[in-house]
């Protein structure tokens, strides 16, 4: 069964549209979970390919992009027992 983020050859989505001039993170927390992120896997905490795993793993709908990130974060701190 795929997972939620495997829509490879899939049709039907629609165009993706972008905004004019739509900044890089809509609030400072946004930023500071990239940098987070960022720092962990230059930590060797876990790397990109298991952080994306987390992200699958744990991803809502109902949530904002940076949102599902900063989960995915926690559940590989709690993973590894560093939280």
């Known amino acids: ?20 001039d739509e900044p890089p993170f809509h609030a400072d927390w946004e930023a500071h979970v990239m940098a987070m992120n960022r720092a962990l896997i230059g930590r060797g905490i876990y790397n990109l390919d298991e952080f994306r795993d987390a992200v699958e793993r744990t991803m809502s709908h ?20 560093v939280v």
């Open 1 to 20: 069964m795929p997972r939620l983020n495997d829509v490879g050859g899939q049709d039907g989505f629609g165009p993706v549209l972008e905004e004019l």
């Open 62 to 81: 109902q949530s904002s992009y940076y949102e599902n990130w900063f989960r995915a974060i926690q559940t590989l701190l709690k993973e590894r027992g």
